[in-house]
C-alpha cells in the first residue's frame, strides 16, 4: 500500500503558477505510476496528468499540455505537478494517485488516492 499526501495549493492570480507535492509513503514508489486529477465544483473529476515509473512517459489532458508539467523524483517518493499559465477555469480541488504497475508505463484507472489540495486561481 502507499499514503499520499498533497501539499502546494493556494490561492493564486491568472497567469500565475504554483507546484504541487505529493508525497508518497512506502518503499516501492517507484513502481508506481502516478497521476493528478481534479474536481471542480459541479464536475465530474478528470485526469490531468499523469507519469510512469521512470518519468520517460507521460500524460497530459488537453486543456494542460504546454502549461503543466509533471514529474517525479523517486529518491524523495514525491511527484509534483508544475502549473503555469493559470486559468480561472483550472479552479478545483487537485488530487494525487497512485497505481502499481508491473511494467513502467502510464495508466488511466488507479487505485490509491491522497486527500486533496485546493487551488483557486482569480481572475
Known amino acids: 500500500q502507499v499514503q499520499l499526501v498533497e501539499s502546494g495549493g493556494g490561492l493564486v492570480q491568472a497567469g500565475g503558477s504554483l507546484r504541487l507535492s505529493c508525497a508518497a509513503s512506502g518503499r516501492t514508489f517507484s513502481r508506481y505510476a502516478m497521476g493528478w486529477f481534479r474536481q471542480a465544483p459541479g464536475k465530474e473529476r478528470e485526469l490531468v496528468a499523469a507519469?510512469?515509473?521512470?518519468?520517460?512517459?507521460?500524460y497530459y489532458a488537453d486543456s494542460v499540455k504546454g502549461r503543466f508539467t509533471i514529474s517525479r523524483d523517486n529518491a524523495k517518493n514525491t511527484v509534483y505537478l508544475q502549473m503555469n499559465s493559470l486559468k480561472p477555469e483550472d479552479t478545483a480541488v487537485y488530487y494525487c494517485?497512485?497505481?502499481?504497475?508491473?511494467?513502467?508505463?502510464?495508466?488511466?484507472?488507479?487505485?490509491?488516492w491522497g486527500q486533496g489540495t485546493q487551488v483557486t486561481v482569480s481572475s
Open positions: 494517485a497512485a497505481k502499481h504497475r508491473l511494467v513502467d508505463g502510464i495508466t488511466m484507472e488507479y487505485d490509491y
Open positions: 507519469i510512469s515509473w521512470t518519468g520517460s512517459s507521460t
